[in-house]
């Protein structure tokens, strides 16, 4: 009961926090914790003493244009996962299906690579996760000989993809650009004219969205760029022009 008390608690306050939630997901042993980490170090940590009490592997980070974003780890999948495990691992597996944005962590050093993929894509299926947007960190490329390494075949080699050492740091500022970039396709994106004396807005949006453009006028801030849908709302009555132009959302 206490364990699922937690659960609730983290759940409601990632939901109040507002920022995207980007799931790390691959087979055991692809290294997700070890990219976690070199992600969290590569941005800006945000303390959230709440996070690192209730779930340990959940870190608030802010990229370098100020967007915010919860990256968090979940258990690592095996093939042919047996129906128990997943009856054990059910609260963890749902907070996948929950993100917005899921990063496969792949160990492209494997022989068995594409097997693993496949393992993963099985379990997405299994918890209804498969058809959530995804970028394929191709981890461990301090192992790989040559510069094109492995490839992935099928739907997957459509994916966005970013080759990474999460032991070294290669490639990691590349992948937090990457995480970014498809973030901001689910976005609302903004015209607005905030009136100086509204300087909580300009604020939120710094901490919640991305910026294209920010100039001062006799009216107020000029901002263009996206937000979160959830934090578009109170931007509303101060858009230069008469509807929000909606891109296209993460979710179906």
């Known amino acids: 009961e206490k364990v699922r008390t937690h659960r609730q608690l983290y759940r409601e306050r990632r939901k109040s926090a507002g920022a995207p939630v980007v799931a790390l997901v691959g087979y055991t042993n692809a290294g997700k914790s070890t990219l976690l980490n070199a992600l969290t170090r590569a941005g800006v940590t945000a303390e959230d003493k709440l996070f690192a009490t209730l779930d340990p592997t959940t870190r608030r980070i802010r990229l370098a244009g100020g967007q915010e974003l919860l990256l968090t780890d979940t258990v690592g999948f ?144 000029h901002l263009r760029g996206s937000i979160p849908a959830n934090h578009s709302g109170p931007f509303a009555p101060f858009a230069t022009r008469p509807a929000f132009s909606k891109r296209k959302r993460l979710r179906a």
Request: glycine share 10%; charged share 20%.
């Open 78 to 221: 095996v093939q042919r996962l047996p129906t128990t495990l997943v009856a054990a691992f059910r609260a963890t597996l749902e907070e996948v299906g929950e993100a917005d944005l899921l990063v496969h962590v792949v160990d492209a050093s494997s022989p068995s690579m594409q097997r693993q993929v496949e393992a993963v894509e099985q379990v997405l299926e299994e918890i209804g996760a498969g058809a959530l947007p995804m970028v394929v960190a191709l981890n461990k490329a301090d192992l790989l000989t040559g510069d094109l390494g492995p490839a992935l075949t099928g739907a997957w080699a459509t994916l966005p993809s970013v080759r990474v050492s999460a032991l070294t740091g290669d490639g990691i500022n590349e992948l937090l650009h990457c995480i970014s970039q498809q973030l901001v396709q689910g976005f609302d994106a903004l015209d607005v004219l905030i009136p100086y004396d509204r300087g909580d807005l300009v604020a939120q949006f710094h901490q919640y969205g991305t910026i294209a453009y920010e100039g001062y006028e006799e009216g107020g801030t």
